[in-house]
């Protein structure tokens, strides 16, 4: 099981920390850095920014939102920074929810998501490959565009550049069990947001006879600390905030994922919390239980143990969300 650091988006602000982080990571074997974004910064800008001041470290965008973005615009940033890496771009996307897709980027959320991530997916491939014009007479994708207000002028384009891979991977991250399923199909990996090491069942079937090579890499916030009620404190806080926040009450993809989980009462309730205002008894009403699975925290030795189910099941990446340089240490010491 390899190791990566996961910075996410930034808050108010760029973080000092990021960069040093990377750094650090890098000289201690990390594998992969991971940035993300959801309405404020963006995710190629600073994973650019990183890959300038390192040399070695894998680069991924876990995730890049769909919606924020045509197939071809993405594609063209992956290729861009996959050449001014020397080959180290790893494409994580993301659908992201109704809320932010319509709220944020002012576009419609799919009606049939699968369908449109598939489209989505096959445009970045023919951008990659490069074998002929992009394509695709597709629900949501269309090149050339055929819609009814088109001029009738479009023409099928393949990139000037040349992509300096291929086979660049391209990651997504998926929820439901459906999407889950299709993304070992279309992808090269799965990026899950919650994963619990000893409840895969909550993905059904879908993780049965993964491709030879296809990549697991689930983020998990990890503290190497004294104690643990504390440590969980930051794990809760993101989870009152994507449970409660991060979606409608009647359709929320984080609140569904941790139902299945078998914490479905207190998903609910969490929810209702939140929406009520109410955000710090949300996020007390996160259970230290369901926190403490996702999340790898404790003294050295709680994690040395911890560590162990991680390693055992389909995770390949396990993606470190954490900004304590000891932390990173100790994880590296432990897996390798």
Known sequence: MRLGLALGYWGRGPSADHVPLAQEAERLGYHSVWTAESWGSDAFTPLTWIAARTSRIRLGTAVAQMAARSPTTTAMHALTLDHLSGGRMMLGLGLSGPQVVEGWYGRP????????????????????????????????HSHPYRGADATGLGRALKPITHPLRADLPVLLGAEGPKNVAQTTRIADGWL???????????????????????LVAPMARAQVCDDVAEGLLPV????????????????????????????????RRIQRLFLEGRREEAVAAVPDAFADEISLVGPRERIVERLESWRKGPVTDLLVLSPDPHTLRVLAELNS
């Open 192 to 214: 899950p947001l919650y994963w619990a090491p000893n409840r895969p069942q909550a993905y059904g079937a879908a993780l049965d006879g993964l491709p030879e090579g296809f």
């Open 236 to 267: 809760k806080a993101m989870l009152g905030f994507y449970i409660g926040g991060m979606g409608h009450a009647a359709r929320n993809f984080h609140a569904d994922l941790m139902a299945r989980m078998g914490f479905e009462e207190e998903a």
């Open 109 to 140: 959320f799919p009606r049939s998501p699968l369908t449109a991530t598939r489209e989505y997916v096959d445009v970045v491939r023919q951008v990659l490959r490069r074998e002929g014009p992009v394509e695709l007479d597709g629900r949501f």
